[in-house]
């Protein structure tokens, strides 16, 4: 043995050298709990994927989830398949322009054929053209309609407010009747009134057509 070695045997003889610190049962408990931890994310994941699950294979739940196209007093909804329609229903009483209860929006400002009250607001009948009005301050879902699939379906703006764009049949739902059969339409907002435009037009003849309204 060197001489150097012989030193640093005696060195060492007499180092204070603390105890090594029990470092496997903390490391042990770190990497259980972590493991306990993706074990709870996993399976909150897990259920919720079940729940989405369950609940798409309810018809019910499955039109409430997909449920997102929605402008005041309107909403429409993606189903599966459309229920039976009819096409033809009244639109209520005959009155002149001037007895309906707000001031009704004209598109160009013309006059329409005939305006009839019902359904909680003003149908204005023009050549190739229904329009519907109702005031929706109260948050009262007067229209709701039912489309298959998102196909056709987009939101607009009409001068900066929201609308929503059908571009295909779908069902027409009005209190107290049965749903009807509808074509390409527009849904939007002006002031408290919500306008509802029917017509065999694009979305862009459409836009147009509702921002002339005054």
Do not use: N
């Not at 909150?44 to 997909?66: D, H, Q, Y």
């Not at 039912?146 to 779908?170: F, L, N, S």
């Amino acid at each position: 043995m060197t001489d150097l070695e012989l030193e640093l045997r005696d060195l060492a003889a007499h180092l204070d050298v603390p105890p090594a610190p029990a470092l496997l049962g903390p490391v042990l408990a770190r990497v259980t709990r972590r493991r306990r931890r993706r074990r709870v994310v996993a399976l909150a994941a897990a259920c919720a994927v079940a729940a989405l699950a369950v609940a798409f294979a309810v018809p019910s739940s499955r039109a409430s989830l997909l449920q997102f196209f929605h402008v005041r007093g309107a909403a429409v909804t993606l189903v599966d398949r459309l229920p039976p329609l009819t096409s033809h229903r009244s639109l209520g009483q005959p009155i002149a322009l001037d007895q309906a209860g707000f001031r009704l929006l004209l598109p160009s400002g013309r006059h329409p054929d005939t305006v009839y009250a019902g359904d909680g607001g003003y149908w204005l009948r023009y050549p190739g053209l229904l329009l519907f009005e109702f005031e929706s301050g109260g948050g009262t879902e007067i229209l709701k309609k039912a489309t298959v699939g998102a196909a056709g379906v987009e939101y607009v703006q009409v001068h900066g407010k929201p609308g929503v764009w059908i571009g295909a049949r779908h069902a027409l739902y009005l209190p107290g009747g049965p749903p009807v059969a509808a074509g390409r339409t527009l849904i939007w907002q002006h002031g408290p009134v919500t306008l509802r435009l029917e017509a065999a037009v694009g979305v862009e003849r459409a836009l147009a057509v509702a921002r002339s309204v005054r």
